[in-house]
């Protein structure tokens, strides 16, 4: 998903409370729990009334609840395993077409059940308040729901919110400068003699929303927050499944972090669990967090662009792999940018040979099994517990995130085969994708132009 960018800036990594693998002659290793895919479907989500109270301040933080699409599945009767090579190719679709270059707090569930790599929160859409869930997208802007009446319309989980039923939502006049700021897409609704400002967006993997351009009240977890622009989606087709719409998290004027920067200062954090818990007293859930608090513990338009200086593999800096290959280019094309859409990591193809090639000679004593979807690099791992795989530790400008080994060999089936979770692109953007983002809390700062990796801070 995205949508051009005029102008790159390349935000500081910070790492802070992070694991880190000290370099040395001998190799090093993480012990990795073989928990293969579920057979039966085990995700639940949280009714709006079960989030937990947050300490924070209501007016200068948020927090709110996540949800994995998988966490969805009241209209996939597939198994997990089908949801999984579902998920994967919905991401690839995503990949494929080229990208430009205080507060609150609460909940988030996994989406794989809906064969989505992305994850859901709660919220409230209008007065009343229409409970629904919505995707979590840093790799575009606009925020937009269905609306009814719908001309084409995908299933969701909750009822269509009906716009004739809320005392808070408006549209928003063709020509005014809120519509203006659609950039191309307003000059839809001149080219059409319409009244309504119109909106249109398009995402990677051939998706696409339309209707009217509008402002409503949205509500988290008690916090409410008036006159969001967002668009009122009359005709919605495409790979969208289960969540009612989007929420734009990127770096471009109409995301909800920037259209908030004056009461949430332009800050916001995640932290995805693993995409199988559910959240328990051992496991919590995944939360999102927006203001102050959202970064209170860290040292682009739309993308958010980070410098990638290298990546070791068993205590060891790989050799093939420089921050040469990571640049932006005088064009802007290059680079690396996270992503919460994106569930896979790519790397360009050299970098990625060199370190998928440094991983398999630390894991000779694994048994290798055949590749599967994007996948070249798979193990047999059938009647194991735990098995002692090399370290990864990727080295950015700012300090260095080194992955549990969860967040790099992952179940694919049933049956005990476990892939190395990267991919290359023939392109030369290179994208951290969510899997890699497990068990962090990913705290985003806009003004200070910093992202934070905090391990052990869900």
């Known amino acids: 998903m995205g949508q051009n960018v005029p102008k790159t800036v390349i935000f500081t990594a910070a790492v802070l409370f992070s694991s880190f693998s000290s370099v040395s002659s001998s190799f090093q290793y993480n012990t990795l729990i073989v928990n293969t895919l579920p057979s039966s479907q085990i995700f639940s989500s949280p009714e709006p009334g079960s989030l937990t109270s947050t300490v924070f301040d209501s007016i200068t933080s948020l927090t709110v609840h996540l949800s994995h699409v998988d966490a969805l599945s009241s209209f996939s009767d597939a198994s997990p395993l089908e949801l999984f090579n579902l998920r994967l190719r919905r991401d690839s679709l995503r990949?494929?077409?080229?990208?430009?270059?205080?507060?609150?707090?609460?909940?988030?569930?996994?989406?794989?059940?809906?064969?989505?790599?992305?994850?859901?929160?709660?919220?409230?859409?209008?007065?009343?308040?229409?409970?629904?869930?919505?995707?979590?997208?840093?790799?575009?802007?606009?925020?937009?729901?269905?609306?009814?009446?719908?001309?084409?319309?995908?299933?969701q989980s909750d009822p269509m919110f009906n716009p004739a039923k809320s005392t808070t939502f408006a549209t928003v006049p063709c020509g005014s400068s809120l519509c203006r700021r659609l950039d191309e897409s307003s000059s839809e609704c001149v080219n059409r003699g319409s009244k309504t400002c119109l909106y249109q967006v398009s995402y990677g993997d051939g998706s696409f929303t339309m209707g009217d351009f509008s402002t409503e009240t949205l509500t988290f977890h008690g916090a409410r927050v008036d006159h969001v622009a967002l668009g009122c989606g009359h005709d919605n087709e495409g790979l969208f499944v289960g969540a009612a719409g989007l929420l734009g998290l990127g770096r471009g004027g109409l995301s909800f972090p920037s259209q908030t920067k004056n009461r949430y200062n332009a800050k916001f954090s995640y932290c995805?669990?693993?995409?199988?818990?559910?959240?328990?007293?051992?496991?919590?859930?995944?939360t999102?967090?927006?203001?102050?608090?959202?970064?209170?513990?860290?040292?682009?338009?739309?993308?958010?662009?980070?410098?990638?200086?290298g990546i070791s593999v068993g205590g060891s800096r790989v050799r093939g792999v420089s921050e040469s290959q990571f640049k932006l280019d005088p064009t802007g094309d290059g680079g690396v940018i996270i992503d919460s859409g994106t569930s896979v990591t790519r790397l360009t193809r050299p970098a990625y040979v060199a370190f998928r090639d440094a991983f398999l000679l630390g894991a000779t004593r694994l048994k290798r099994a055949p590749s599967y979807s994007l996948f070249d690099t798979c193990f047999d791992l059938s009647g194991m517990t735990t098995v002692k795989v090399p370290t990864v530790v990727f080295h950015f400008s700012g300090g260095d995130v080194s992955l549990p080994a969860s967040n790099y060999l992952i179940p694919v089936n049933t049956q005990g085969r476990f892939c190395f979770a990267f991919a290359s692109t023939m392109g030369s953007l290179s994208i951290i994708g969510n899997i890699q983002q497990q068990g962090f809390r990913v705290a985003y700062d806009l003004v200070g132009s910093r992202v934070g990796f905090m391990s052990g801070a869900c």
């Open 95 to 155: 990949v494929k077409t080229p990208r430009s270059p205080g507060g609150f707090s609460g909940a988030v569930i996994s989406g794989l059940s809906q064969g989505s790599g992305e994850y859901f929160m709660r919220l409230g859409v209008g007065t009343p308040a229409t409970n629904v869930y919505m995707v979590l997208d840093t790799g575009s802007d606009v925020v937009w729901l269905q609306c009814s009446p719908c001309k084409v319309c995908y299933n």
């Open 272 to 286: 995805f669990v693993d995409r199988t818990s559910s959240g328990s007293a051992s496991k919590p859930p995944s």
């Open 288 to 309: 999102i967090v927006f203001g102050n608090d959202a970064v209170r513990e860290t040292s682009l338009d739309t993308f958010y662009y980070l410098q990638l200086l």
